[in-house]
């Protein structure tokens, strides 16, 4: 099946402070999605983006599909942007029917 | 935000016991799913249903079923509850499937057994 990776694992920053997070995925896709989960373990979609760019305040994020990888961008980061983030695909199958597969996640912590 | 809800939010129970966890909708979604979320695995997928009654497998199924008679309601239901069903259980709604469309998630149940 589809293997979705997201890297860094762990990211620690300094409140003000800008950075990158990316996804690659094995195969090609339907759907990739963007969730941060809160500290509080609640899961917020971020991203609707199978392709191209979009941004969202501070929060922006590409889809490179032909490469199969996309990035989340977020600056100026806040100590509410602690969490996790989850990049979600649904994998360009004919029986597909929406499910999504996630990777392990990025857990970023914002020191303020 | 989107109109989801699960009960219990908080569970303990013993091996061997029966549980069932409940998903209620309020916006007459088509898609809905079960996901358990463990330490060093993101979430996974148990099983959706894409209608009422309408219901299939997900990658990790072995030891669960579910319901789905109403458009509004997705049981999510173990037997006979083990000790590795120690869990997180997110339900998530979509309008349809795939393309387009954004699947939004309830605030979770949190499942001990002992």
């Known amino acids: 099946g589809i293997q979705v990776e997201q890297s860094p694992p762990d990211l620690i920053l300094q409140e003000g402070a800008n950075s990158t997070l990316r996804c690659n995925f094995s195969?090609?896709?339907?759907?990739l999605q963007w969730f941060h989960q809160n500290p509080w373990g609640q899961l917020i979609n971020l991203f609707y983006i199978p392709s191209g760019t979009k941004q969202n305040g501070r929060l922006s994020a590409t889809t490179v599909a032909t490469e199969r990888y996309s990035l989340l961008y977020i600056s100026s980061s806040q100590t509410t942007d602690s969490g996790v983030y989850f990049c979600?695909?649904?994998?360009?199958?004919?029986?597909?029917?929406?499910?999504?597969?996630f990777g392990k996640g990025t857990k970023l912590s914002v020191k303020p | 935000d989107a109109g989801i809800t699960q009960s219990p939010r908080h569970k303990v129970t013993e091996t061997g016991t029966p549980v069932t966890l409940r998903c209620h909708q309020t916006?007459?979604?088509?898609?809905m799913y079960w996901y358990r979320q463990d330490p060093g695995h993101g979430l996974r997928l148990i099983h959706y249903?894409?209608?009422?009654?309408?219901?299939d497998k997900g990658e990790v199924s072995d030891g669960y079923s579910v319901s789905r008679s109403k458009t509004e309601d997705f049981l999510l239901t173990l037997e006979s509850a083990t000790s590795s069903q120690t869990s997180v259980y997110f339900c998530?709604?979509?309008?349809?499937?795939?393309?387009?469309?954004?699947?939004?998630f309830g605030p979770g149940t949190r499942l001990l057994v002992l």
């Open positions: 998530a709604i979509s309008e349809s499937k795939g393309v387009r469309e954004t699947q939004y």
């Open positions: 916006e007459n979604h088509r898609y």
């Open positions: 195969d090609s896709v339907n759907n």
């Open positions: 979600a695909v649904d994998p360009n199958y004919g029986g597909s029917q929406g499910n999504l597969i």
């Open positions: 249903s894409y209608g009422v009654k309408d219901t």
